[in-house]
T-cell receptor, first 113, second 110 residues
Framework: DAEITQSPRHKITETGRQVTLACHQT?????MFWYRQDLGHGLRLIHY???????NKGEVSDGYSVSRSNTEDLPLTLESAASSQTSVYFC????????????FGPGTRLTVL | SQQGEEDPQALSIQEGENATMNCSYK?????LQWYRQNSGRGLVHLIL?????REKHSGRLRVTLDTSKKSSSLLITASRAADTASYFC??????????FGKGTLLTVNP
């Protein structure tokens, strides 16, 4: 069955370190999204991609970057982790077309000390 | 922020009762979606209603949309303990992006 996976599921890092969160989908979807979820804020869009070599900034993109070298993967990089980036991160994908239901991964809980 | 709002923030009911959650959004939409999130898990899509639709049903779920008021409601009938979760509305434009609300935490007591 097609799925979307994230790794690691839990990560503890120190302020200033570079961190990369992986997202891999086997739906063959063109669209991929990264969100962060914080208490009181719901889900906020960080970056998104409509296809290979395409990346776009979302609502809260400062301090984050993504790259899309193939259809299946959209890794999220925190260039220099800050305590404010402690959060739960979700990756999602959707098909291009009439229906834009998004399929979510299980999430990565990141703690920046 | 372009986020919408769900109302109420938390709802506690007894098994068998109906649960109604409301959602408001801020910009014009192509569709409105509802998602469920169980504790510690990712979001799962429940139902989508397009901007030219007013009501949609799926099993025990009923969604309404009022584009003039920029609002939607989700009704879960005959609730079960397994319906305990957070519920999010998400407004969709023409660019595949979704703007999520802050969610309603539903607790169904056995």
């Amino acid at each position: 069955d097609a799925e979307i996976t994230q790794s690691p599921r839990h990560k503890i890092t120190e302020t200033g370190r570079q961190v990369t969160l992986a997202c891999h989908q086997t739906w063959n979807h063109n669209n991929m999204f990264w969100y962060r979820q914080d208490l009181g804020h719901g889900l906020r869009l960080i970056h998104y991609s409509y296809g290979v070599q395409d990346t776009n900034k979302g609502e809260v993109s400062d301090g984050y970057s993504v790259s899309r070298s193939n259809t299946e993967d959209l890794p999220l990089t925190l260039e220099s982790a800050a305590s404010s980036q402690t959060s739960v991160y979700f990756c999602a994908s959707s098909e291009s077309g009439q229906v834009d239901e998004q399929f979510f991964g299980p999430g990565t809980r990141l703690t920046v000390l | 922020s372009q986020q919408g709002e769900e109302d109420p923030q938390a709802l506690s009911i007894q098994e068998g009762e109906n649960a109604t959650m409301n959602c408001s959004y801020k910009t014009s939409i192509n569709n409105l979606q509802w998602y469920r999130q169980n504790s510690g898990r990712g979001l799962v899509h429940l139902i989508l209603i397009r901007s030219n639709e007013r009501e949609k049903h799926s099993g025990r779920l009923r969604v309404t949309l009022d584009t003039s008021k920029k609002s939607s409601s989700l009704l879960i009938t005959a609730s079960r303990a397994a319906d305990t979760a957070s519920y999010f509305c998400a407004s969709g434009g023409s660019n595949y992006k979704l703007t999520f609300g802050k969610g309603t935490l539903l607790t169904v007591n056995p």
